[in-house]
């Protein structure tokens, strides 16, 4: 059974930083392709970053030049930095890992950003 386990989310004032983790098991996670995506109040789920078993990334346009993404294969872990936080990036962030076709979620973790 794969289980994807976030944590490290929590309150934290506009230009602060978070670190998000996100622990796989039950999958062969160095093969997975691994992601984090975000959903607000009233709006649809929508990609942050995702990197690929290789170790590519990719960003959505909201977060570019502020968010990194980072895997730890020994450790079954994906992290999500970010810095530079702004009240538009609270939201449910959610892990998301794809292998072998198949899609995996976590239970999300809550960001919010304010003063």
């Known amino acids: 059974q794969v289980q994807l386990v976030e944590s490290g989310g929590g309150l934290v004032q506009p230009g602060g930083s978070l670190r998000l983790s996100c622990e796989a098991s039950?999958?062969?996670?160095?093969?997975?392709?691994m992601g984090w995506y975000r959903q607000a109040p009233r709006k649809e789920r929508e990609l942050v970053a995702r990197?690929?078993?290789?170790?590519?990334?990719s960003f959505g346009d909201p977060v570019k030049g502020r968010f990194t993404i980072s895997r730890d294969n020994a450790k079954n872990t994906v992290y999500l930095q970010m810095n530079s936080l702004k009240p538009e990036d609270t939201a449910v962030y959610y892990c998301?890992?794809?292998?072998?076709?198949?899609?995996?979620w976590g239970q999300g973790t809550q960001v919010t950003v304010s003063s």
């Open positions: 998301n890992a794809i292998r072998s076709r198949y899609t995996y």
């Open positions: 990197i690929t078993s290789g170790g590519t990334t």
């Open positions: 039950g999958i062969s996670f160095s093969l997975a392709a």
